[in-house]
């Protein structure tokens, strides 16, 4: 069995979009990459802090998942991270209303014993910081190391980000993000200078436009599946990165063809995410469902045409 650590916030969210609004709901980059790669059979382990607020539920649902949540250290007089947001009507821009760090402010994450081998280690979107000190933990260097990171971090802790590139080997960001990362609009130019960076291979997100793979002057463009309703984009990110390192680790194949392979994945999930609040829908989806929209993946992007 494939091995995957991911290390992310395991939180509470509030979110208001334009078909409606939730009071406080599971959610956190850990919860979401764990709830995609759970779908490859692999064991992953989440590290990361929650509050004494914090439900023993929703632990139980993660572990009833085959996510193992040994790594999320719970502090009882400490209150859990929290997020409010509220979506534009394009679902593509938001505003963020309430942030509270709360138990993540002081938050040193501590790698289970039984996961400091893992062959392929996911670094959610926290400090550049306490993303090295992941890899400080580690036996070994992993045979994949995968980063997500926002333009927050690029704004003020540019430097250690810039460290923490350079011993990566897959980063993830949003268009807007790999713009103001590299300095180039272009997003070829972009992903170039970001390799130059440290990370081998790029990969550029453009929400319901897809997602594009660099490496090496090798690129691949995955579409999103169009859907007929979208009620919140919030986590889609974290579970397409999920997906993508669920893949890997399941199939131990870290080359550029698979990598292709794990884009596809990694978006199939994410398409399912954005269909109902928080993480309502990836806590249902059935392995039927999963296959049935990659073949609808795979019919969408398939064609036969003639090169004269």
Same mark, same amino acid.
């Given at each position: 069995?494939?091995?995957?650590?991911? /290390?992310?916030?395991?939180?509470?969210?509030?979110?208001?979009? @334009?078909?409606?609004?939730?009071?406080?709901?599971?959610?956190?980059?850990?919860?979401?990459?764990? #709830?995609?790669?759970?779908?490859?059979?692999?064991?992953?382990?989440?590290?990361?802090?929650?509050?004494?607020?914090? @439900?023993?539920? +929703?632990?139980?649902?993660?572990? =009833?998942?085959?996510?193992?949540?040994?790594?999320?250290?719970?502090?009882?007089?400490?209150? %859990?991270?929290?997020?409010?947001?509220?979506?534009?009507?394009?679902?593509?821009?938001?505003?963020?209303?309430?942030?509270?760090?709360?138990?993540?402010?002081?938050? *040193? @994450?501590?790698?289970?014993?039984?996961?400091?081998?893992?062959?392929?280690?996911? &670094?959610? =979107? &926290?400090?550049? #910081? %306490?993303?090295?000190?992941?890899?400080? *933990?580690? =036996?070994?260097?992993?045979? !994949?190391? /995968?980063?997500?990171?926002?333009?927050?971090?690029?704004?003020?802790?540019?430097?250690?980000?810039?460290?923490? !590139?350079?011993?990566?080997?897959?980063?993830?960001?949003?268009?807007?993000?790999?713009?103001? &990362?590299?300095?180039? +609009?272009?997003?070829?130019?972009?992903? *170039?200078?970001?390799?130059?960076?440290?990370?081998? +291979?790029?990969?550029?997100?453009?929400?319901?436009?897809?997602?594009?793979?660099?490496?090496?002057?090798?690129?691949?463009?995955?579409?999103? #599946?169009?859907?007929?309703?979208?009620?919140? @984009? %919030?986590?889609?990110?974290?579970?397409?990165?999920?997906?993508?390192?669920?893949?890997?680790?399941?199939?131990?194949?870290?080359?550029?063809?698979?990598?292709?392979?794990?884009?596809?994945?990694?978006?199939?999930?994410?398409?399912?995410?954005?269909?109902?609040?928080?993480? *309502?829908?990836?806590?249902?989806?059935?392995?039927?469902?999963?296959?049935?929209?990659?073949?609808?993946?795979?019919?969408?992007?398939?064609?036969?045409?003639?090169?004269?």
């Amino acid at each position: 069995m494939g091995k995957l650590l991911a /290390v992310g916030t395991v939180a509470f969210d509030a979110i208001e979009t @334009p078909f409606g609004k939730t009071d406080k709901i599971l959610g956190g980059s850990g919860t979401f990459v764990g #709830l995609a790669a759970s779908h490859f059979g692999v064991k992953t382990g989440v590290v990361s802090v929650v509050g004494g607020d914090f @439900p023993q539920s +929703y632990l139980d649902m993660m572990e =009833n998942k085959g996510i193992d949540t040994k790594g999320i250290e719970i502090v009882k007089d400490g209150k %859990t991270f929290f997020w409010s947001g509220k979506y534009h009507n394009d679902m593509n821009s938001r505003d963020t209303l309430v942030t509270e760090l709360n138990v993540l402010e002081h938050f *040193q @994450p501590v790698v289970p014993e039984e996961f400091k081998n893992a062959p392929v280690v996911m &670094l959610g =979107n &926290l400090h550049p #910081l %306490t993303q090295a000190s992941v890899l400080d *933990q580690m =036996n070994e260097r992993p045979n !994949l190391v /995968v980063l997500d990171t926002m333009n927050f971090w690029m704004d003020i802790a540019l430097n250690d980000l810039h460290e923490v !590139l350079k011993r990566v080997d897959v980063i993830t960001i949003n268009d807007e993000e790999a713009r103001q &990362l590299s300095g180039e +609009y272009s997003l070829v130019n972009a992903a *170039q200078k970001i390799h130059e960076m440290g990370p081998q +291979y790029v990969v550029i997100k453009k929400g319901e436009h897809g997602a594009l793979l660099f490496n090496e002057g090798n690129m691949f463009f995955a579409p999103a #599946l169009p859907l007929a309703e979208v009620f919140d @984009p %919030t986590g889609a990110g974290d579970t397409f990165a999920g997906g993508f390192c669920g893949y890997i680790a399941k199939t131990e194949d870290i080359s550029f063809e698979n990598m292709k392979n794990a884009i596809i994945y990694g978006s199939n999930l994410a398409s399912f995410c954005v269909e109902k609040f928080g993480t *309502q829908r990836m806590e249902e989806l059935t392995k039927e469902e999963v296959e049935m929209r990659l073949q609808a993946f795979k019919e969408l992007t398939q064609f036969d045409i003639e090169l004269s």
